[in-house]
């Protein structure tokens, strides 16, 4: 491991494990040993264990795969938003909604009802309202955009959820393993690497580390060439149960086409050689 990588995950906190009576055994391979009954992170496996989550991201992310960040720690919010941001995946950042894979058909109808707030708001249709009618949709608008803000592009369940913290987001990683998809995340020294695809050892607690992280994968993503994938439109009035106004179609002409005739044999002529 080079050095300068070291010093600089050294210099981020990720070293920095919990109080060793919250340890989780399942994390003994990750820990160096313990300062102050604290427990230090082996750097060395961390630096390992980011080079290969971020090759298989970087994989996911190139055959267009739609990944879905889960960071609704506090210290995770912020970089984990700009990284989905930037890299065209989608995030949850303030609140996980229990049953946004297993129910995603009940889900997609509430974030239906927000996009469409959403654009009621944006068009002032919302202003022909009462005063009370208006600040009841308005709160129920910010309800659902602290919920759904992350996801509005999301049309489907996605490939991959990542866990910025494995334990505090244990409810997404459980109903990820109960449809059998790749979870990854970034565990301290209290989490479980049994019950995700992949992780990264490390410090949860410190925005440094963090950002440090988030910035990595981040970079690893930059330019990389993504496969094109087809998407089906999203209509929200299809998703809501809303009826949808037939569109009329002009009838197809058909084209009549003259039948080729086969084109007439040739007599046999008759050379002297076939004589």
Do not use: C
Not at 76 to 100: C, I, M, N, S
Request: glycine residues 4%; without cysteine; hydrophobic residues 40%.
């Amino acid at each position: 491991m080079d050095k300068k990588i070291l010093n600089s995950m050294f210099d981020n906190l990720l070293h920095i494990g919990n109080k060793s009576n919250y340890w989780n055994p399942k994390m003994k391979d990750y820990i160096y040993g313990t300062v102050n009954g604290i427990h230090v992170i082996n750097l060395v496996k961390t630096g390992e264990k980011i080079e290969e989550v971020k090759k298989e991201i970087r994989d996911l992310h190139a055959e267009g795969k739609k990944i879905l960040f889960v960071a609704t720690k506090l210290q995770t919010r912020d970089a984990f938003a700009k990284l989905a941001q930037d890299t065209g995946h989608f995030y949850v950042t303030e609140k996980w909604v229990p049953g946004l894979l297993t129910n995603f058909k009940t889900i997609k109808k509430r974030i239906a009802t927000y996009l469409r707030l959403l654009k009621d708001s944006e068009s002032g249709a919302l202003d022909v309202l009462t005063k009370k009618e208006k600040a009841a949709k308005m709160l129920e608008l910010e309800k659902l955009d602290r919920a759904f803000k992350g996801l509005k592009e999301m049309k489907k369940i996605p490939d991959v959820i990542f866990a910025i913290d494995g334990v505090f987001e244990k409810q997404a990683v459980k109903e990820a393993n109960s449809l059998n998809l790749p979870a990854y995340a970034i565990m301290n020294t209290n989490g479980d690497e049994t019950v995700v695809q992949n992780l990264i050892p490390a410090n949860t607690n410190s925005v440094k580390s963090i950002d440090f992280i988030a910035k990595i994968i981040t970079e690893s993503l930059a330019g990389v060439k993504v496969k094109a994938t087809v998407v089906r439109k999203f209509d929200a009035k299809r998703v809501s149960g809303e009826k949808r106004t037939p569109t009329k179609t002009a009838p197809i002409k058909k084209e009549v086409v003259a039948e080729k005739k086969a084109p007439a044999k040739k007599e046999e002529v008759k050379t002297e050689e076939t004589k």
